[in-house]
C-alpha cells in the first residue's frame, strides 16, 4: 500500500520560514515526479512545486524565489523549503506523487501550514 506522509507544517509569522517533508512508503518511486499542492480555505487545489526523478524543478510564478524543492531518492523522500513566507501562503500542503507532474496518483493527508501577518 503507497503512503505519502507529510510533516512540518505549522503556525509562523510573515516572513518566516518552515521546512516541509514528505515520506513516500510502499512502493518506488524511481521515474516518478514528486512535489507539492496546496488548498486555501475556499480556494480550488493548486499547483505549488514538483522535481522530477533527475530533478528537474518546476514552480508556481507565486512561490518563485522563495521556496526550493528537493529530494532524497534513497529515502524516497521530498522537501520543501519555505522562506519569506506571506499570509497567502496559508494553506493544507499536500505531498503528491505520479508519472506525470500535472496528474499524481498518490496523494498524501496534507499538513497545515499558516501564516500570520
Known amino acids: 500500500q503507497v503512503q505519502l506522509v507529510e510533516s512540518g507544517g505549522g503556525l509562523v509569522q510573515a516572513g518566516g520560514s518552515l521546512r516541509l517533508s514528505c515520506a513516500a512508503s510502499?512502493?518506488?518511486?524511481?521515474?516518478?515526479?514528486m512535489g507539492w499542492f496546496r488548498q486555501a480555505p475556499g480556494k480550488e487545489r493548486e499547483f505549488v512545486s514538483t522535481?522530477?526523478?533527475?530533478?528537474?524543478?518546476n514552480y508556481a510564478d507565486s512561490v518563485k524565489g522563495r521556496f526550493t524543492i528537493s529530494r532524497d531518492n534513497a529515502k524516497n523522500t521530498v522537501y520543501l523549503q519555505m522562506n519569506s513566507l506571506k499570509p497567502e501562503d496559508t494553506a493544507v500542503y499536500y505531498c503528491?506523487?505520479?508519472?506525470?507532474?500535472?496528474?499524481?496518483?498518490?496523494w498524501g493527508q496534507g499538513t497545515q501550514v499558516t501564516v500570520s501577518s
Open positions: 503528491a506523487a505520479g508519472s506525470t507532474p500535472s496528474n499524481p496518483e498518490y
Open positions: 510502499g512502493r518506488t518511486f524511481n521515474r516518478y515526479f
Open positions: 522535481i522530477s526523478w533527475t530533478g528537474l524543478r
